[in-house]
């Protein structure tokens, strides 16, 4: 009998890690070594690489990205570049007019598995590999491979010679395994936002002249001036998506102790244009990282660096390229920014191709409560509506447009590059930010510490985040992420009418739903002694609803169906001269216009507006 109980608690175990949960994921460690020619730009590759098929599928095949292959006249990323009605300015047609010996490739794959050849065919920027012998479910596989590649000039994260004159920024670099989980493979042509990447470790030798200087991903475990003077540069990481590097004879290195445990590397090629800048970068770097510490969950690698190089700002796990040239509170933001992928990317590691808004919309979030937190006064103007006034006037300006795309479509497909940075950045931040309406901020700062303790190294989707929200709140969210993520239904509430009723001590406030979306709605009632009477109106569909604060009554459940709403409030004599729907300016309601009523005189109800 007592087995019997055993066997029944590990299936009902079982059954709850699946039902949140694929309970697998696969696995890659690699063992990569790099010869690099500087003079034309090339490299010749080497790699043995342990696949470990954690899936419950046997795999016949697998898909490996050659990214450089898009740096090339014709491929899809310079059409798409092209042909999109707001390019990137960055990419534009550069790639169309790189000369040969300035364009990207990866060839000659040799690849085989537990030493018998493979069958390779390399559509772009996708290697196809046709396997001599299944990787059985629950195996690993043995691969061996050789490539010859060549780094394009710098247009688009990665390549040589960057614009501020960094010799090499070496992303997406090498042939990675795309993923296979429980929704299939992941082997999306590369246009220019893929992020996604297996779990696993990485053993790196890199092959360069003397004299060149190198950041990157792991820890290194030559000795740096000897690497410097000999070149062969080698570098271990342990359970990370992918591995970055960059490389410059100029570069100059700094380091501070953020605690005992970590260290932050600030890397960069001298210029009195910056100089100033980069150093002070490091005590806002250093404040940020504990305060994402604090307020997110520790960030789980001994090292980070923030090195000069790339185009702009990318984050890789361990460490982001950013360009120098910036003023203080630009290149402060852009740190922080990258940093905070260190949380949601690099550990908490979503699928970006298809939520992209849980990768920018969340980083971008802890971004901007990081901002506000270390410096307010010298990082950040004051802002009406709050620090994330910024992400809901995009979000809502882009609405009203009648250009806005969903949350649910593809990275790679938004039909323009506004509506892809709008959805991902600043409706992705609104997303987390007005669940503070819903279920409170405290809970849902709670919600997030969890998110990342449940999450960290794994591959979660908008399911997985919304039960974690729903288990620290209490409150059913479907509707929320029905609405919010798989439509563009927009939100607008009005007070459509106020009058006495019965006496002059009792008036009714009529409420109704202009938009589609249904949202509860906090009510604040200002008297002419300047006090308040605050109300929260919950949906009946949350079954349940946020702590009110001190003070504040809790209206009847307003059902989503209907279109009005009507309360009756107790003035006790005192004069009313302000009605407001949101006061807290925590729902991205697209017309705050009719959101205020101010009454002109102590006579006839009258509104300021029309």
């Not at 070149?231 to 102790?257: C, L, M, P, Q, R």
């Not at 802002?383 to 992400?391: E, N, P, S, W």
């Not at 563009?488 to 979306?517: A, W």
């Amino acid at each position: 009998m007592k087995n019997i109980i055993t066997l029944f608690c590990v299936l009902f175990s079982s059954t709850l890690l699946l039902g949140q949960y694929p309970g697998w994921q696969q696995k890659v460690n690699y063992t990569i070594d790099v010869k690099m020619d500087t003079d034309l730009h090339q490299y010749a590759g080497e790699m043995q690489v342990r696949y470990f098929n954690n899936s419950p599928d046997d795999l016949d095949k697998v898909f490996l990205y050659a990214f450089f292959n898009a740096f090339q006249p014709g491929s899809m990323m310079d059409v798409r570049s092209r042909t999109i009605i707001d390019p990137d300015s960055r990419v534009g047609s550069r790639i169309y007019a790189l000369p040969l010996e300035e364009q990207g490739w990866i060839k000659d794959v040799e690849l085989s598995l537990n030493g018998i050849p493979c069958k390779v065919s390399i559509e772009e920027t996708i290697i196809v590999v046709e396997l001599p012998e299944s990787i059985k479910a629950g195996t690993f596989g043995d691969f061996s491979m050789t490539w010859n590649a060549q780094v394009p000039r710098q247009i688009r994260r990665s390549g040589w010679m960057n614009k501020e004159g960094v010799e090499y920024s070496m992303t997406q670099w090498y042939p990675k395994f795309c993923e296979y989980d429980h929704e299939g493979w992941h082997s999306h042509p590369y246009v220019g936002r893929e992020f996604h990447g297996i779990w696993g470790s990485y053993d790196v030798n890199i092959h360069l002249p003397s004299g060149y200087k190198i950041a990157a991903t792991g820890i290194i475990k030559t000795p740096k001036e000897e690497a410097i003077e000999s070149g062969d540069w080698h570098f271990t990481a342990t359970n990370v998506i992918d591995f970055a590097w960059a490389a410059d004879k100029k570069y100059v290195y700094d380091s501070i102790e953020v605690d005992e445990n970590l260290t932050m590397n600030f890397v960069r090629i001298p210029n009195i244009i910056y100089d100033d800048q980069w150093a002070e970068l490091p005590r806002f770097a250093v404040q940020g990282m504990r305060f994402l510490n604090d307020f997110i969950g520790r960030y789980p690698y001994p090292q980070y660096t923030v090195a000069q190089g790339g185009d702009g700002g990318m984050e890789y796990p361990m460490m982001t390229l950013v360009t120098a040239d910036r003023s203080l509170p630009s290149l402060v933001g852009v740190t922080i920014h990258e940093m905070s992928h260190s949380w949601f990317q690099a550990v908490v590691a979503t699928n970006e191709s298809l939520y992209e808004w849980m990768d920018e919309g969340f980083t971008s979030w802890i971004e901007s409560e990081c901002m506000a937190a270390i410096s307010p006064t010298e990082m950040t103007k004051p802002r009406a509506g709050g620090i994330h006034a910024y992400a809901y006037y995009g979000y809502i300006q882009q609405a009203l447009s009648g250009n806005e795309e969903a949350l649910s479509t593809h990275a790679d497909h938004y039909t323009t590059n506004r509506a892809y940075g709008v959805a991902a950045y600043s409706k992705g931040e609104v997303l987390v930010e007005q669940l503070g309406a819903i279920i409170g901020d405290e809970v849902r700062n709670e919600g997030m510490r969890e998110y990342f303790k449940v999450w960290s190294f794994k591959h979660p989707g908008p399911t997985d985040f919304k039960r974690i929200m729903e288990k620290t709140s209490g409150i059913e969210l479907d509707w929320y992420f029905d609405y919010f993520v798989n439509t563009t239904h927009t939100i607008d509430y009005r007070i459509s009418e106020v009058s006495h009723i019965k006496s002059k001590d009792i008036l009714n406030v009529l409420l109704e739903k202009v938009g589609t979306m249904p949202m509860p709605q906090d009510l604040r009632i200002t008297y002419n002694d300047g006090s308040t009477s605050n109300y929260h109106i919950p949906l009946v569909i949350m079954r349940g609803n946020r702590q009110l604060s001190d003070g504040e009554e809790l209206g009847e459940d307003w059902p989503w169906t209907n279109p009005t709403y009507s309360m009756e409030i107790k003035t006790e004599g005192k004069r009313v001269v302000k009605i407001e729907l949101d006061p807290n300016l925590l729902i991205a309601d697209t017309n705050r216009e009719n959101n205020l009523v101010e009454f002109k005189s102590r006579g006839k109800i009258e509104f300021t507006r029309e």
